[in-house]
């Protein structure tokens, strides 16, 4: 089964966030739409549109304007791709319910969840899971086809309140209803621990990894887990810049040739 490599498209503050410039928002949605196209064109199997906006709300809540913007990028996005480009949704810190109604009327793939289960502490406060309020918002809105990739240990994700295993954190995001978990470290060797456990644990259940791979490591680190968000070794000049089709390409052939 071939590795799922899944590009970052990461937005500029958008309307309705503290630190969105007057304007500019024409320029965030054609930015994204150039850079699904790279990612599409260099090979990648989709990509994720994640909202950068230096400071966030830590529960499930997001201002309709930064909601509806989010829609229109994601909408051209997915009008823009080839058929089986999957994107993806993420209204930051942890606004699911926003990200899933943007997932489902534009025809999105998956959302990403940082915080599915338990709590984690952020440096913007504490965000505290709802899983069955975000479960039954599933089912209310018709996105049982809008897949949930939960972190279960990652920088945007670790258990707050006590040592608890990430296999038992995966056991219980998955249990609730996520239908892949995603993970991952700078520190390689700790990744890999990482991986081990949590296919242990859940072992028919997708492993995503959070990041942190590069064209130096995707091959040792794809070749134990199913996909990977990846960012700034495809952007131009690293994290925020456009995505760059030739650094797609080079990030794909290796991938590809994992055995």
């Known amino acids: 089964m071939s590795k799922l490599i899944i590009g970052m498209v990461h937005l500029k503050p958008l309307p309705g966030t503290p630190y969105y410039e007057e304007g500019s928002f024409q320029r965030t949605l054609d930015t994204a739409v150039e850079s699904a196209r790279a990612l599409f064109n260099g090979g990648a199997d989709g990509c994720l549109v994640q909202t950068v906006e230096r400071v966030y709300r830590v529960d499930d809540e997001s201002d309709a304007a930064r909601t509806a913007a989010m829609a229109l990028v994601v909408n051209a996005i997915v009008q823009a791709a080839g058929p089986g480009f999957q994107v993806g949704v993420q ?5 699911l319910r926003a990200s899933l109604a943007v997932a489902t009327v534009t025809g999105a793939s998956f ?3 940082g915080a599915l289960v338990g709590a984690t502490l952020t440096e913007h406060g504490l965000v505290t899971a709802d899983p069955i309020g975000v479960i039954e918002y599933r089912h209310r809105v018709g996105a049982r086809g809008v897949r949930v990739l939960a972190d279960v240990d990652s920088s945007h994700f670790t258990w707050y309140g006590g040592d608890k295993p990430t296999s038992e954190v ?3 995001a998955v249990k609730v209803g996520a239908d892949a978990v995603v993970l991952g ?8 621990k ?4 949590v296919r242990a644990a859940v072992p028919d259940v997708p492993i995503i990894l959070a990041g942190h791979t590069d064209h130096a490591n995707a091959a040792r680190l794809l070749a134990q887990a199913d996909g990977a968000f990846v960012g700034s070794c495809l952007e131009r000049g690293g994290f925020g810049g456009s995505v760059d089709v030739e650094l797609v390409r080079q990030y794909v052939e290796i991938v590809r040739g994992i055995k």
């Open 111 to 113: 959302i990403r969840a």
């Open 170 to 172: 995966a056991r219980a």
């Open 91 to 95: 209204l930051m810190r942890n606004a």
């Open 194 to 197: 990482l991986i081990a456990s």
């Open 185 to 192: 470290h700078a520190d390689e060797r700790r990744t890999t």
